[in-house]
Nanobody, 123 residues
Framework: QVQLVESGGGLVQPGGSLRLSCAASGSIFTINAMGWYRQAPGKQRELVAR???????NYADSVRGRFTISRDNAKNTMYLQMNSLKPEDTAVYYC?????????????????WGQGTQVTVSS
């Protein structure tokens, strides 16, 4: 009953900016850690940025200083602000979240993935 939906992808010129959003909906009790992953053609999916429920963040070395991850718990939404974009940032970006959801009489944590949004950096 939980869904993650990404938005905000598109075509942007090198040096430009883009903001991705991930909205969670459904039977949500808590949203624990959340993160953004990306997968470029011919490459494995890799972690871009992650934020825990306590607010701790970590970034891939390739994006540190350029990207900022944040979350709005009231809206069950996570964001990725991407600045100074480079052609090598081109990939499908996926939202991931560990969500506590009701499973019969108790809350259990499940891992969810969005379907991805395409980001293309090209002139």
């Amino acid at each position: 009953q939980v869904q993650l939906v990404e938005s905000g992808g598109g075509l942007v010129q090198p040096g430009g900016s883009l903001r991705l959003s991930c909205a969670a909906s459904g039977s949500i009790f808590t949203i624990n850690a959340m993160g953004w992953y990306r997968q470029a053609p011919g490459k494995q999916r890799e972690l871009v940025a992650r934020v825990t429920s306590g607010g701790s963040t970590n970034y891939a070395d390739s994006v540190r200083g350029r990207f900022t991850i944040s979350r709005d718990n009231a809206k069950n939404t996570m964001y990725l602000q991407m600045n100074s974009l480079k052609p090598e940032d081109t990939a499908v970006y996926y939202c991931n979240a560990q969500i506590g959801s009701w499973h019969y009489a108790e809350v259990k944590e499940f891992d969810y993935w969005g379907q991805g949004t395409q980001v293309t950096v090209s002139s």
